[in-house]
């Protein structure tokens, strides 16, 4: 029989067109046409049609969006480009600056694109034959949760893309957050029942996002907005301009949000901005400012990137809310690196939708700027709705005998003399500062750098108490017996802990190089490092010309990383971290080479052709993307800038390269390497 006669059929096209239809209402425009009780039962209707016609079921069926098994935890997945933050700014006129910035870099004024930016968490959806492949959460920029099965039960997210879609495989990025309606129905059953509420849509957003059970995901009605289309096939190449990759994943059924501009001149983005700094509470969702982006793909190639957020792009932060608090007290920490920050201790006050009772006074300039006495009332708000901080105080209700607020000369944890260097002060005692060994254990042991699980602070304070250990290497030379004097930690537990410390002997040497906690060198300043020296032997002997040639190291840094290697007990330290099995050479984990071009490549890694060569890589290529060319030429010994100069050795031009570039190494006399001449060189045949 016709499926399109049977009339079971017929009633579950028409449940589903339904359902869709509420759905998207729901959480795209924020209207409810029908109660939660009614939409439950027709979606149990579908699902028993399902259940009995499991040959009609469609793939994109609101019944898929039900909720799965619980998960015993996430996996991890590398992004295939990094997820970069954007820089801030609460000024008009650093916006401006913004702007002269990619004017006088391009040679002429951009147009650019504006939107709202949602206060959610950041979320990468991979879709492949038009299909929602895997999702993945911002993480540390490099790698991120896998999150598919919690993604799949929010309604606004198409599993299915539209048949105007291409099969290609694409990259779109978005926000995901909470609707406020939804947040604040949430916090009213949580108020009936007598329950603490929850703070703020944006933090129960992202601890619902890492629910192991995705049934309870659905139930609390996430809602996604898509700010980002990317892809590497022809039919996009076509499409290199912002506005334009935005209607596509609006016509191909991603939610976009309609309250966005462009392109535009810099004038019609600042009366957006100014238009929503007053309309904002009238959203159905929350935001904290306005993303303004170069338009021109090809534009954007050419101002580049830093090492944490790209040069085309900035969120502008609309001011905070403030309020009144009493500073109790201020009390000075002392960091891993030995940096003394002055916290204050503040009357317990909710500001932006969260109970704040500290808040960081950065440094003696900040104290001294706000004369600052015990008893003051201070005005608080937070920067971008998310960090605490003292911006005023209120003088006339300063009480009478005050004691005023004075920066220590000495450690207050160890008793050495402070020494000041750009503004801040360093108890320099690191070798017997308890605070700062305890740190840097800290910060070794962390999931960003070795992972290495069931390891906490409380538990590294009574090794150290103990004298079990003293530094990282120590924890590598740990026996059950010396566990064993710790108190309330089992036989199970020991196991546990000796067996994850194993286990991070896996660690790849850029995270490694990371865990050791050298002043000023981040995750990216350490995968450009491993990069660029390939093992710790070449970064320890590296000449401060050497560092200086990186784009990511600036003077400050370099000066850090002789200072690290210079010390004898921190060349002893990771020797001896090799000869426990750490990882101390970089290696590559680019795919497998699809080609034998590919394969060329690779096998030239050992020749490093590109040995003390400058190369900025701009435009698209055939045989590999962008990314991965870069990484392979690093690894043959190049170092990749991201801005032209004298300094540069050759600028590798792929199609669609930006016209200002190519002017520019002309006019400098420098030597433009096409595909064919790049891959011939990587390949040992030049």
Known sequence: MDPEKNPDWLRMRELAALLRQYNHAYYLQDLSLISDQDFDRLLKELEQLENRYPQWVESDSPTKRVGGEVMSGFETREHLRPMLSLGNTYSKEELQSFHDRCCKSLGFIPQYCAELKIDGVAISLHYRNR????????????????????????ESIPLLLKPTAPSEA????????????????????????????????????????????????????????????????????????????????????????????????????????????????????????????????????????????????????????????????????????????????????????????????????????????????????????????????ALALRPAGATKVGFPVTCPECGTSLVGHEALHYCENHRDCPPQILGRLEHFVSRKAMNIEHLGPETLGSLLQQHIIQDVADLYALTQGQLAQIERMGERSRTRLLLSIEDSKKTPFEKVLFALGIRGIGEVASLTLARKFQNMANLSTASREELMNIHEIGEKSADQILTWFTDPQNQSLWVRLASQGLSMTYASRTSPPSSASEQGIQDAKESRPLENKKLVVTG???????????????????????????????????????????????????????????????QGNS
């Open 131 to 154: 299909k929602l492949e895997y999702a993945v959460t911002r993480g540390d920029g490099l790698r991120g949760d896998d999150v598919t099965a919690n993604v799949q039960t929010i």
């Open 170 to 393: 694409m990259e779109i990025r978005g926000e995901i957050y909470m609707g406020r309606s939804a947040f604040e129905q949430i916090n009213r059953g949580k108020r009936d029942s007598g329950e603490e509420t929850y703070a703020n849509p944006r933090n129960f957003a992202s601890g619902t996002l890492k629910l192991l059970d995705s049934k309870q995901v659905r139930q609390r009605k996430l809602s996604a907005l898509c700010y980002q289309l990317d892809g590497d096939f022809e039919f996009l190449h076509g499409k290199a301009r912002h506005h334009l990759r935005m209607a596509l994943i609006a016509a191909w059924g991603l939610p976009v949000s309609d309250h966005r501009v462009g392109p535009s001149p810099f004038e019609k983005v600042l009366d957006y901005i100014h238009r929503w700094h007053s309309s904002r509470a009238d959203l159905p969702f929350d935001i904290d400012g306005v993303v303004v982006k170069v338009d021109d793909f090809g534009q954007r190639e050419e101002l580049g990137y830093t090492a944490k957020s790209p040069r085309w792009a900035i969120a502008y932060k609309y001011p905070a809310q403030s309020v009144q608090t009493i500073l109790q007290n201020v009390q000075f920490q002392v960091g891993r690196t030995g940096v003394i920050t002055p916290v204050a201790h503040l009357q317990p006050v909710e500001v932006a939708g969260t109970t704040v009772q500290r808040a960081s006074l950065h440094n003696d300039a900040e104290i001294r700027r706000l004369d600052l006495h015990i008893g003051d009332t201070v005005y608080l708000e937070k920067g971008g709705d998310i960090i605490p901080k003292i911006t005023n105080v």
């Open 620 to 682: 698209r290529f055939e045989h590999c993307d962008r990314e991965t060319l870069k990484q392979r030429i690093e690894d043959a010994g190049g170092t990749i800038l991201n801005s032209i100069s004298s300094k540069l050795d050759f600028l590798v031009a792929g199609t669609e390269a930006g016209p200002s570039k190519l002017r520019k190494v002309e006019e400098l006399g420098i030597a433009t390497l096409s595909e064919e001449e790049i891959l011939k060189i990587l």
